[in-house]
């Protein structure tokens, strides 16, 4: 396995001294690295993978030096756009190479174990690739990253565009992550929430941790059909719950994560409209379903933000008394809520996953409608 230090060197070797991205799994003792031996100055945790891609633009115009931009293969859609319609060999040829996880990955015939919402994705990554026109090197645990690096940036600088390098998984080796936080966890705060909302309220949750265990909460209450898991779609929380709440007369209730809200914020300015939406946003500053990783909104103040938008009713937790009473309030409002809960990082390992496929979780929330 290859020594996420290793590649370090190997990047800086090859004068490549400014990485940007959304972290992934698939390399995530990789983003670690990144975090704590790359300057703030050299590295940048994105918004998202489109934002990704025009800091590494950006990168490029100020110094003729190639960058890396590293995300998961389901963040080719973020990407596409700058890589289409800016970064394209038919308009500014500007090279970089792309450090792209491979969830969903094929095996001959079969999908390599993993999440249903990665599975589609995986098969068409090549497919998408090539249409854009982008050369790929695939890399496993056995490869030679000195020459892999060397031949992507070659290929890059004589073509005058993007080189994909897909990493398979356990290509890297793993290290110890992210340190304890002495908060609460996420997973304790929606427990609390979770006595105070009535049975038929409608939820929409966000990617990630947050919905398998609020998916183990509703088990356990028997209330599951009042659910819709965003399993993908990493960011599109809030805008699907918009789109819900302006159908119904009653609250909708939208369970968010920071690393999520920021993926899409401007997805906020139209949610701050709705006026029976109640809008929690778990913030632990982590990107905590693939890995722990920092998001890219370290010390942001959700809470000024929602207010500055035009949410009706702003609120800040940090305990379950100041939780008991914002919900309460919220619940009752004929306004819109937004509430910012303060959290640590972490879930636990034992996290139960989601039994049924998505199209019977899709079904049962559309019956009771």
Not at 196 to 213: A, D, F, H, V
Not at 261 to 271: F, Q
Not at 324 to 337: A, D, H, V
């Amino acid at each position: 396995m290859i020594i996420p230090k290793k590649l370090i060197q190997v990047l800086k070797k090859n004068q490549i001294n400014f990485i940007t991205g959304v972290p992934d799994s698939v390399f995530k003792s990789v983003c670690f690295a990144f975090e704590r031996q790359i300057s703030k100055n050299e590295h940048i945790t994105a918004a998202n993978e489109g934002a990704a891609i025009g800091l590494a633009i950006g990168y490029y115009l100020a110094t003729k030096k190639i960058p890396l931009v590293y995300f998961q293969n389901s963040g080719i859609g973020n990407a596409l756009n700058p890589l289409v319609s800016l970064v394209n060999k038919n308009v500014y040829k500007i090279p970089m190479l792309l450090f792209i996880g491979w969830r969903g990955e094929m095996k001959g015939n079969k999908h390599i174990k993993d999440e249903p919402q990665h599975f589609y994705q995986g098969k068409i990554t090549i497919d998408q690739l090539n249409l854009l026109g982008i050369d790929h090197i695939k890399i496993n645990n056995t490869s030679n990253i000195n020459l892999t690096i060397k031949r992507a940036k070659n290929l890059a600088l004589k073509k005058s565009q993007p080189v994909a390098i897909l990493v398979r998984k356990n290509t890297f080796t793993e290290n110890s992550s992210k340190s304890k936080s002495n908060k609460k966890t996420r997973e304790f705060f929606l427990k609390e929430l979770y006595k105070y909302l009535p049975k038929n309220l409608r939820k929409i949750s966000t990617t990630g941790m947050l919905s398998r265990e609020l998916y183990e909460l509703d088990k356990i209450n028997k209330n599951s059909n009042n659910t819709f898991m965003c399993i993908g779609g990493m960011g599109h929380a809030s805008s699907i719950a918009v789109g819900l709440a302006k159908k119904s007369k009653k609250k909708v209730l939208c369970l968010d994560g920071d690393g999520s809200a920021i993926m899409h914020l401007g997805s906020l300015i139209t949610a701050a409209r709705c006026k029976n939406l109640i809008h929690i946003i778990f913030n632990n500053n982590s990107h905590d379903s693939v890995g722990g990783q920092l998001t890219a909104g370290e010390n942001l103040n959700f809470c000024n933000i929602a207010r500055s938008i035009g949410y009706q009713n702003v609120y800040k937790v940090r305990n379950s008394k100041e939780l008991k009473n914002f919900i309460k309030k919220s619940l009752k409002s004929r306004n819109n809520s937004f509430i910012e809960i303060i959290c640590g990082a972490g879930h636990r390992n034992n996290l139960v996953r989601p039994t049924e496929k998505p199209i019977f979780n899709k079904n049962q929330f559309m019956k009771i409608i």
